[in-house]
């Protein structure tokens, strides 16, 4: 057992946690807990890294490797040199997966705001590829391009992209001064993300546009990958898969938990969508889509848009008045 996060506006860490596993792999100390009042998912280590104060970009360079990748796990690794995102998938066209995560934001800013906008933030924007889509898209607007990785800095120059190495806390952004705000694939990552949202509410313009993505543990992948994680059938093999489908991020959260926090948080729920698993998504392929693994996934993804709850849910939000 393990207490649930402190950070959580519902248990507040009052609570003990069920353990799904002690140890998410060989090579970490923590393990993966499940609360069962919320039905949120976290890393069993989530109250110790609270600790850590990270006030400034400043701080990141005070930070060892192995500090750094405890804190913001992914972020290191999402690109290669050449820019192109996740390349042990394998895809065929990495260009074409960046251009289709980055047109779910383009067309959610779309639908709000119709004479587009004039300053955007891209919070965890790893190599910074849909941060480049969105200053193309909408020229002449300031798109404030925001990660902890040193990867952003090569956004450096880029028309109409101010990097930020840190986090959004530590960007240092004036209030309600951007009209969108977009946290895509990584708010499950974060050391607090109900402090994220906070921050977010601080920066946006009031009716301003969030569009946040987050792992649904409720998806049928993610599920059945738990219950082989409990069961320790990764020992025969495929173990990186079965973390990667269940959850690999240090929050999995579902959608009334996500919907209730943004409430809280002051945000009005204006569009709730369910999405594929990234590696399903786009017409692009990689070598998971292939062959048994690869029907059985597209069939339990079938499953799950009839039950509108697939690997993802994007939320398109707006600040309240």
Known sequence: MTNTPRSCSQCLGKLKAKMIFEKFSHDVNYGHAKCGKCGITFDSNVNEMAETVV???????????????????????????????????????????????AEHVIRAIDARHKDGIKRFADVGCGSGFMSCEIAKKYPGATVHAI??????????????????????????????????????????????????????????????????????VKSATRVLAGWALRMGLDRFGGRGLLHRNFVNMRYGFTKKYVLRSLDEQGFKAIEVESKP??????????????????LIWRSLDGFDAIRKEQAWIQIVAEKKA
């Open 55 to 101: 006030e400034s970009a400043e701080d990141l360079k005070n930070l060892d490797e192995t500090e750094y990748r405890e804190l913001f796990v992914e972020t290191s690794q999402i690109a290669d040199d050449d820019g192109d995102i996740y390349t042990d998938f394998k895809w065929d066209d990495n260009d074409g997966v960046k251009a289709g995560v």
């Open 147 to 216: 990660d902890p990785s040193p990867l952003v800095q090569r956004l450096a120059g880029v028309q109409g992209v101010e990097p930020h190495q840190g986090t959004l806390q530590t960007a240092g952004l004036e209030a309600d001064s951007v009209e969108a705000l977009s946290i895509i694939g990584n708010w499950m990552l974060h050391m607090d993300p109900m402090d994220t949202l906070k921050e977010a509410h601080r920066v946006l313009q009031p009716g301003g546009t969030l569009i946040l993505d987050f792992k649904n």
């Open 277 to 294: 698993p990234r590696l399903l998504e786009f017409s692009n392929k990689s070598h998971y889509q292939k062959g048994v693994k690869g």
